[in-house]
């Protein structure tokens, strides 16, 4: 398979806490049509258990070709060499190329490093791009087992859609509880109720950003979580670094709900600048955000208006890492405000608007 500039291929990343029920989706959604093109990349070929034949195996590397003519390989070690070798697989055997990619990751997995690796190697980076997160919760156990792992917080806190299994044992008033918890972690995330794995296709994929501008607000969905402006806190600041003790007080987290055991404290949060941004000023104030809290930050979503560029860009980061900025239509953008969201682990939106107004500019004298 060789990299197209044009045509990158969207990437699903399924995710959720043991016992949330993604293989039996995963058995549903390979027979359908809408995916009979696609490369499923899962840990154990035992758990899938459908019907289907060999294209090529070794003792690395096995690709199956599924009834519905999905094709599924399992994580051999690192991602891109699996994905690389099941690549390599169906162009030995004549197959036909793949259209998406939906990645299960292992009930205990935080998806951040999967993200992480999507953007940052080199050879996945040029050929796939991140379509969205997907999130299954048990509705039976859900609140019980937020409270008690760190990893189902995060890979709630990351998805771009969460899927509410095993609804039919629970009440409508615990199903009630459980969505206000999630949203709790989540505000933006499209929750969606599913029983015995019966879901259509287009609600799985699909929930990465679009080309289409309205589309785009509807990715990230500003309008959901608590708005900050700029602080204003320290005006004329200029580049003039911050002290250590400032900083210190800075990433302090505000008030807000208790930690939990494990010390996550899941905040989200939408940050709202109303005048076109300078790209120097930009890229210096996200490069230092991310170098102090990088570790932090989940998972980073943002419709920004440039100075002097007509079109506004979309940009999209993990930790440290963003992925290339996309340029978006104008309509994007329509009131010309960049709006940045943040999902973040224990970091106080503070932290963000005062680092961001240490790079405004002196006022004129």
């Known amino acids: 398979?060789?990299?197209?500039?044009?045509?990158?291929?969207?990437?699903?990343?399924?995710?959720?806490?043991?016992?949330s029920g993604k293989?039996?989706?995963?058995?549903?959604?390979?027979?359908?049509?809408?995916?009979?093109?696609?490369?499923?990349?899962?840990?154990?070929?035992?758990?899938?258990?459908?019907?289907?034949?060999l294209v090529a195996e070794s003792d690395e590397h096995t690709v199956v070709e599924m009834s519905s003519g999905c094709l599924c390989c399992t994580i051999r070690g690192d991602l891109s060499r699996t994905v690389q070798q099941a690549c390599e697989a169906i162009e030995r055997e004549g197959g036909k190329p793949f259209s998406r990619v939906i990645i299960e990751t292992t009930g205990l997995?935080?998806?951040?490093?999967?993200?992480?690796?999507?953007m940052t190697d080199h050879w996945l980076a040029h050929r796939f791009s991140l379509d969205g997160v997907i999130c299954l919760v048990d509705s039976a156990s859900g609140i019980s087992t937020l409270n008690a792992h760190r990893e189902s917080q995060r890979q709630v806190a990351v998805a771009d859609r969460l899927l509410l299994t095993k609804t039919d044992l629970v009440d409508e008033e615990r199903l009630s509880r459980l969505a206000s918890h999630l949203a709790a972690i989540n505000p933006a995330a499209e929750q969606l109720q599913v029983r015995h794995g019966e879901l259509a296709a287009e609600h799985?994929?699909?929930?990465?950003?679009?080309?289409?501008?309205?589309?785009?607000?509807?990715?990230?969905?500003?309008?959901?979580?608590?708005?900050?402006?700029?602080?204003?806190?320290?005006?004329?600041?200029?580049m003039t670094p911050p002290t250590p003790g400032g900083l210190a007080s800075m990433m302090a987290p505000a008030s807000g709900p208790a930690l939990t055991r494990h010390g996550e404290q899941i905040r989200?949060?939408?940050?709202?600048?109303?005048?076109?941004?300078?790209?120097?000023?930009?890229?210096?104030?996200?490069?230092?955000?991310?170098?102090?809290?990088?570790?932090?930050?989940?998972?980073?979503?943002?419709?920004?208006?440039?100075?002097?560029?007509?079109?506004?860009?979309?940009?999209?980061?993990?930790?440290?890492?963003?992925?290339?900025?996309e340029p978006l239509p104008v309509e994007a953008c329509r009131d010309g405000v960049s709006r940045f969201v943040f999902i973040t682990n224990g970091v106080a939106p503070e932290a963000v608007t005062q680092l961001f107004d240490y790079f405004q500019p002196a006022p004129a004298t």
């Open 23 to 53: 293989t039996t989706l995963l058995n549903r959604l390979v027979r359908q049509p809408a995916m009979k093109d696609a490369l499923v990349v899962i840990n154990e070929f035992g758990d899938i258990g459908l019907d289907h034949r």
């Open 204 to 238: 799985v994929v699909g929930s990465g950003l679009p080309a289409q501008g309205q589309r785009a607000e509807r990715w990230l969905r500003a309008a959901s979580y608590a708005q900050v402006s700029p602080a204003q806190a320290s005006p004329g600041m200029g």
């Open 1 to 19: 398979m060789s990299p197209d500039d044009n045509v990158l291929i969207p990437v699903t990343v399924l995710t959720g806490f043991l016992g």
């Open 268 to 325: 989200s949060f939408c940050f709202t600048v109303e005048q076109p941004i300078a790209p120097e000023l930009l890229e210096d104030w996200l490069d230092l955000l991310l170098s102090l809290l990088g570790d932090k930050i989940l998972r980073v979503k943002a419709i920004v208006k440039i100075a002097g560029r007509e079109q506004p860009l979309a940009l999209h980061g993990v930790q440290h890492i963003f992925h290339p900025p």
């Open 109 to 118: 997995a935080d998806p951040a490093p999967i993200l992480h690796t999507l």
